[in-house]
């Protein structure tokens, strides 16, 4: 991999928004909301400056794991239709801009969060960007089609670390919402890649669709969907949460569930986008119903 | 590339020096305000 563009134009240097674009801002929007909604549920008090402070710390840290991401992806994501025109792919950055910038800011995230929030939250927001990183990008993505299972740890730590913000200890309410987040990313991923199989063949990545086939693949999603159930309803367990947001969140455990079955039954391209759509609309929703029910819209009851 | 090509290319990236430049002013003066909030809110007891 060259360091410098082989563009047949001269090297202009990055836009600034080119900089907005390598933090992976869709990305970083869901792991900033569930990290957010980890730091609300958490037992405690942080003053809400502080707690500004430290959903800006989850936002720029999982900005720089996506930095970070790009720069050592930036080859297969040359071959990919979908990644093509990213920054680095596309010429318009050098890869040691992205590099620097990521660690610049996952350092920077770290030491900030410790400083200024507490240690605990510190430090299991370097060892998110550090799974993010070394765990997935570098180890795993290449290497197993179980390589977004265990890597998908890395985006389901962010309420941990919202969580150990106010606390300062990783609650079982924390490992609920990341057991919710862990279950979610297979189905999630696999629903993508199922519909673009054929550019992670291209690129050498061997996502389930390209290893194992697109039929045990929506075998999987389905499993996953179904394991999804009792994670999403463990906050209702745990007294996180009243029964009025298990009722929701079974309900849409279901409904997750009918989309697989659909994928599952037809397998078609079309199923596979429905129901990457509608997962991302359910932890939205999983995670806007916990908030709702703790701001207290009625939601509250017996099991709290 | 012609003269002309050339002399636009410089145009956009100093154009595009000068963006970065304004907006690493906007960061850091950002950071400044940043330090200074956690600054009394951590002497405050917060």
Known sequence: MSEHPTTATPYLGAMVGDYIRILKPRVMSLVVFTGFVGLVLAPGHLHPALAAVAVLCIAVGAGASGAINMWYDRDIDAVMRRTANRPLPAGRMLPGEALGFGIVLAAWSVAIMGLAINWVAAELLALTIAFYVVIYTIWLKRRTPQNIVIGGAAGALPPIVGWAAVTGDVGWGAVALFAIIFFWTPPHFWALSLYRAGEYEKAGVPMLPVVAGPRETRRQMLLYTLMLWPASVAPWLLGLAGPVYAAAAGGLSVLFTVFAIRVWHDGSDRSARQMFAFSLLYLFLVFALLLADHIGFGFTGIGR | ?46
Do not use: H
Request: hydrophobic residues 55%; proline residues 0%.
């Open chain 2, 1 to 46: 590339m012609s003269a002309a090509g050339i002399e636009l290319s410089m145009d956009e990236r100093e154009r595009r020096m000068r963006a970065r430049n304004r907006a690493l002013l906007v960061v850091l003066l950002s950071l400044v305000v940043l330090f200074y909030v956690i600054a009394l809110v951590r002497m405050s007891g917060g």
